[in-house]
């Protein structure tokens, strides 16, 4: 099972430049403010804006920014009309695709995302006819630093303990899934065990995965990195088996 987002794994891949960066602030104040707005500007009480509060720090995004894309949430400062986008598509080799994202014009960003899935080898599908495919998991990150098989079985095994539903490694990281509303919980166990996780997200999870030609793969690849250069994109999920 892997769920990761494909704009998360891009991001992790890609030298951050001062634009790129400037992208990513840009993206994460929009998660920021949509999630402030829906459930209020305070993170103790807002476990969505507490998930997206901690992404941007990870990624260094000053606190006056989080704090100005709050307030634009809640309505203290004035900001623009968002909204949340989801969707669905095919991808290269039949894959299937989930697109999040967060907008000022819908109309505008449908019409960017339809090329640009048309340039790749790719359309889109028709609401639900994709989201079956996948389910909505809790998602935790965790490095084995040591990149040794020993503490990769103690890794699995503390996961276990601590509520994990599933596991998956790609590489030397962890991917530790759990049911939505108990993925803090989850958290909160591996750091009392003296886990500390990379990242804490909401992923769509692929219930099955397709394993793909190398061909395919890289243009599924080129059709990520475009999608994720769009300023409404912010989140990118497949069954394309990594």
Same mark, same amino acid.
């Not at 990761?4 to 993206?27: E, M, N, P, V, Y």
């Not at 299937?96 to 599908?125: H, M, P, S, V, Y």
């Not at 886990?195 to 080129?222: H, M, N, P």
């Given at each position: ?11 992790? %891949? ?6 790129? +960066? ?13 999630? /402030? +707005? ?18 941007? %720090? ?27 986008? @989801?969707?669905? /598509? ?40 994709? %989201?079956?495919?996948?389910? +909505? ?38 991917? @530790? ?8 919980? @989850? ?17 769509? @999870? ?37």
């Amino acid at each position: 099972m892997s769920g990761h987002s494909h704009a998360k794994t891009i991001l992790h %891949k890609k030298q951050i430049t001062d634009a790129k +960066r400037g992208k990513i602030f840009s993206k994460l104040s929009r998660e920021i403010s949509i999630a /402030a +707005r829906e459930k209020g500007g305070a993170p103790e009480t807002n476990s969505a804006l507490r998930l997206v509060i901690e992404k941007a %720090k990870s990624f260094n995004m000053p606190k006056d920014n989080i704090e100005r894309a709050i307030k634009k949430g809640t309505g203290e400062l004035k900001g623009e009309v968002l909204e949340s986008i @989801v969707f669905e /598509a095919y991808g290269p080799g039949g894959i299937a695709i989930i697109i999040e994202g967060i907008t000022d014009n819908k109309n505008r960003t449908l019409g960017e995302i339809k090329q640009i899935l048309n340039q790749n080898n790719g359309k889109l599908a028709g609401s639900g006819s994709v %989201k079956w495919i996948f389910k +909505r998991k809790g998602c935790l990150e965790i490095q084995n630093v040591n990149h040794e098989d020993k503490n990769k079985e103690g890794l699995e095994l503390l996961a276990i303990e601590a509520g994990a539903e599933d596991i998956y490694w790609h590489n030397h990281i962890l991917d @530790v899934y759990t049911k939505p509303e108990e993925l803090e919980k @989850v958290k909160k166990n591996l750091e009392e065990k003296g886990i500390q996780t990379e990242s804490t997200t909401l992923d769509w @999870v692929a219930k099955k995965q397709i394993e793909l030609g190398k061909k395919d793969k890289e243009t599924c690849q080129k059709l990520f990195e475009t999608l994720d250069e769009n300023d409404a994109v912010q989140e990118i999920y497949s069954n394309i088996k990594r």
